[in-house]
């Protein structure tokens, strides 16, 4: 069994930061390598978008409205990602969703987080 635990969602005002962080978890000797690793976002009434992943090699992927403002990262040791989120504006408000991809055979599959929350007021 996999688990995702999110953190880092809140209120914020247009222009601030907030910093996502999604760390794996399972039963003991649960191997979640090679894996990739993102975030994606819902907001009401829209269906759920990519906002950015990270490939088990390190490379990255962003939506546009979102380059330049958002970085993400991961913490291989620690199976965990961040999204720092910089120069928040109002569109940005969702639930986020971590997502990991976990490409070995023994877990092989996609895994969610249970969202976290970020609201951005004008």
């Known amino acids: 069994q996999v688990q995702l635990a999110e953190s880092g969602g809140g209120l914020v005002q247009a222009g601030e930061s907030l910093r996502l962080s999604c760390a794996a978890s399972?039963?003991?000797?649960?191997?979640?390598?090679?894996?990739?690793m993102g975030w994606y976002r819902q907001a009401p009434g829209k269906q759920r978008e990519l906002v950015a992943t990270i490939l088990n090699g390190g490379s990255t992927n962003y939506a546009d409205s979102v380059k330049g403002r958002f970085t993400i990262s991961r913490d291989y040791a620690k199976n965990t990602v961040y999204l720092q989120m910089n120069n928040l504006k109002p569109e940005d408000t969702a639930v986020y969703y971590c997502?990991?991809?976990?490409?070995?055979?023994?877990?092989?599959?996609?895994?969610w987080g249970q969202g976290t929350q970020v609201t951005v007021s004008s």
């Open positions: 997502n990991l991809n976990i490409l070995n055979i023994i877990l092989r599959g996609e895994y």
């Open positions: 399972g039963s003991p000797g649960s191997k979640f390598r090679p894996n990739h």
